[in-house]
């Protein structure tokens, strides 16, 4: 349960109780049935750009957007966003880039969405503080919800690869 600290007993609670049971991974399935299409960079790119525009006008424009294996839970880190600096003549120049963890090509749409919302956010709001996370909540007003969501999905996906291979996982069903 390492994915959901912080949250109170009475969840997490609730959360063990679907654990137990062995329907954690049929719960996240019918909450969030459908899959995305973003399979590529170029697509992810395109994705967080339209996002970017409706919400982010003003914010640096972003030069590479795209899936990394290498980001995982493991790592503690689902996405990231970074700023490469160069020098170019006399000028300091800053690129913005995001990367998404490579398990969000699998993963329910709005987990990708919140996933995005959240290193786009960064553009403006370096900190998780009040404002950051008003502005995730502005471009998607459900951002808690999913983000909770999110966390249980790592937690079943940790559980399935963590269960005996022929154990009659869910892994098919989310």
Same mark, same amino acid.
């Given at each position: 349960?390492?994915f959901?600290g912080?949250?109170? =007993?009475?969840?997490? +609670?609730?959360?063990?109780?679907?654990? !137990?049971a062995?329907?954690?991974?049929d719960?996240i399935?019918?909450?969030? &049935?459908?899959?995305?299409?973003?399979?590529?960079?170029?697509?992810?790119?395109?994705?967080?750009?339209?996002? #970017?525009?409706e919400y982010?006008?003003? !914010? &640096? &424009?972003?030069? #590479?957007?795209?899936?990394d !294996?290498r980001?995982?839970?493991?790592?503690?880190a @689902?996405?990231?966003?970074?700023?490469?600096?160069r020098?170019?003549?006399?000028?300091?120049?800053? #690129?913005?880039?995001?990367?998404?963890?490579?398990?969000?090509?699998? %993963?329910p =749409?709005?987990?990708?969405?919140?996933?995005?919302?959240?290193?786009?956010a960064?553009?403006?709001?370096?900190?998780?503080?009040? %404002?950051?996370?008003?502005?995730?909540?502005?471009?998607? =007003?459900r951002?808690?919800? @999913? +983000?909770?969501?999110?966390?249980?999905?790592?937690?079943?996906?940790?559980?399935?690869? !963590?269960? =005996?291979?022929?154990?009659?996982?869910?892994?098919?069903? %989310?």
């Amino acid at each position: 349960m390492r994915f959901l600290g912080g949250y109170p =007993p009475g969840v997490l +609670e609730q959360v063990r109780e679907l654990i !137990a049971a062995g329907r954690l991974g049929d719960h996240i399935a019918r909450r969030y &049935p459908g899959r995305h299409t973003v399979q590529t960079d170029r697509a992810l790119y395109e994705y967080t750009t339209d996002i #970017k525009q409706e919400y982010l006008r003003s !914010a &640096p &424009p972003l030069h #590479k957007v795209g899936f990394d !294996a290498r980001l995982d839970s493991a790592q503690r880190a @689902l996405g990231l966003h970074t700023a490469i600096s160069r020098v170019q003549g006399s000028k300091l120049k800053a #690129k913005k880039e995001i990367r998404v963890a490579s398990l969000f090509k699998e %993963a329910p =749409p709005e987990f990708l969405r919140m996933i995005v919302v959240h290193e786009l956010a960064h553009l403006k709001e370096s900190d998780h503080d009040k %404002a950051f996370y008003r502005l995730c909540e502005h471009m998607e =007003p459900r951002y808690h919800q @999913l +983000e909770f969501d999110t966390r249980l999905y790592l937690a079943w996906r940790e559980l399935e690869r !963590a269960a =005996p291979a022929g154990a009659g996982t869910q892994a098919s069903q %989310a």
